[in-house]
Nanobody
Framework: QVQLVESGGGLVQAGGSLRLSCAASGRTFTFSNYAMGWFRQAPGKEREFVVSISRSGGSTYYADSVKGRFTISRDNAKNTLYLQMNSLKPEDTAVYYC??????????????????WGKGTLVTVSS
């Protein structure tokens, strides 16, 4: 069974920063074999793509709304995915989900698809 556990969410003022982490585990789950991504869902809205990263970490894909402010990274030795969020805006308020996909990072950015999902961590940005 695969587990993706997000952490690092919280309340922050506009302009502030947060760093999210996603710890992946599973007896048959090889972290480095999966493209990883972050998605978010704001209250009353559909889930949207935020960013994805390739298996090696060499390629990344960002939603236009977060380009230049968010940075995704991964540590395959630690089975952990990160999302550094800077210059946060109230419109970034959402539950942030970690996702793993057997497909490519580019495909994740287009199809919004994933094989495994975390339960999410809440990020609230106050104005």
């Amino acid at each position: 069974q695969v587990q993706l556990v997000e952490s690092g969410g919280g309340l922050v003022q506009a302009g502030g920063s947060l760093r999210l982490s996603c710890a992946a585990s599973g007896r048959t789950f090889t972290f480095s074999n999966y493209a990883m991504g972050w998605f978010r869902q704001a209250p009353g809205k559909e889930r949207e793509f935020v960013v994805s990263i390739s298996r090696s970490g060499g390629s990344t894909y960002y939603a236009d709304s977060v380009k230049g402010r968010f940075t995704i990274s991964r540590d395959n030795a630690k089975n952990t995915l990160y999302l550094q969020m800077n210059s946060l805006k109230p419109e970034d308020t959402a539950v942030y989900y970690c996702a793993a996909a057997r497909t490519t990072a580019q495909a994740m950015s287009v199809t919004y698809g994933a094989d495994y999902w975390g339960k999410g961590t809440l990020v609230t940005v106050s104005s």
